[in-house]
């Protein structure tokens, strides 16, 4: 596609609840990041994908976390039992190959945990 | 552990104004810098790159090893340069950008 697209937009969810964030990059985006951003604060790393494996997972908070991109483009996070502090902007980049031409966000998904 | 500061989390001047929000940086590697900015209602996207020695709307930033800075200036700011700018460090295996926590310009009339 044109650019990086994440769905859903918002997403509004019960506490202990689980979710999926999906993101589809730049086609022949080989590079793959997710970013939480909570209000106030910028973007914090939390996975980096290089094709189909997780080349660093090392922001990923706990282990309720977990992303996956099985065929090496759309990737989806996942989160289990939801918590009230997992509330946040979530986003997605694609980049070429690493990240020194910068990175190309998508716009997000908001979740809230209620 | 690499870390990215802005030390201002909003910064207010009049259109025509200088503008320089500032950047200060800590990584025991040879840094790779961006400035990264997000409009009202808009994602959030690359402004310019410090290997790339470019200016983009008439913004800079100059790279200052001494002293650990990559601080973004425009001589004459405009009202559209209004948003949220974050200074970012990309590691040296070009895994992760590391963000500072931002600053909001407000460009008056």
């Known amino acids: 596609g044109a650019g990086v697209s994440q769905t859903p937009s918002n997403k509004v969810t019960e506490k202990g609840k689980y979710v999926e964030l999906r993101c589809d990059p730049i086609?022949?985006?080989?590079?793959l990041y997710w970013y939480r951003q909570s209000l106030g604060q910028g973007p914090e790393f939390l996975i980096y994908?290089?094709?189909?494996?997780?080349?660093?997972d090392s922001g990923l908070p706990n282990d309720r976390f977990f992303a996956v991109r099985p065929e090496g483009s759309v990737s989806t996070l996942k989160i289990q039992r939801t918590e009230r502090g997992d509330s946040a902007m979530y986003l997605c980049?694609?980049?070429?190959?690493?990240?020194?031409?910068?990175?190309?966000f998508g716009s997000g998904t908001r979740l809230t945990v209620v | 552990a690499q870390r990215v500061t802005q030390p201002e989390k909003l910064l207010s001047v009049f259109k025509g104004a200088p503008v320089e929000l500032k950047c200060n940086y800590s990584y025991s590697g040879s840094p790779e810098l961006f400035w990264y900015v997000q409009y009202s209602r808009q994602r959030l996207q690359l402004l310019l790159r410090?290997?790339s020695r470019e200016s983009i709307k008439g913004f800079t930033a100059d790279l200052n090893k001494g002293e650990t800075s990559f601080h973004l200036k425009k001589p004459f700011a405009q009202e559209e340069d209004s948003a949220m700018y974050y200074c970012?460090?990309?590691?040296?295996?070009?895994?992760?950008?590391?963000f500072g926590e931002g600053t909001q310009l407000t460009v008056n009339p």
């Open positions: 086609s022949g985006h080989t590079a």
């Open positions: 980049a694609s980049s070429p190959v690493g990240g020194l031409g910068g990175y190309t």
């Open positions: 994908f290089q094709g189909t494996g997780a080349a660093d």
């Open positions: 410090h290997i």
């Open positions: 970012a460090l990309l590691e040296t295996s070009g895994s992760r950008l590391t």
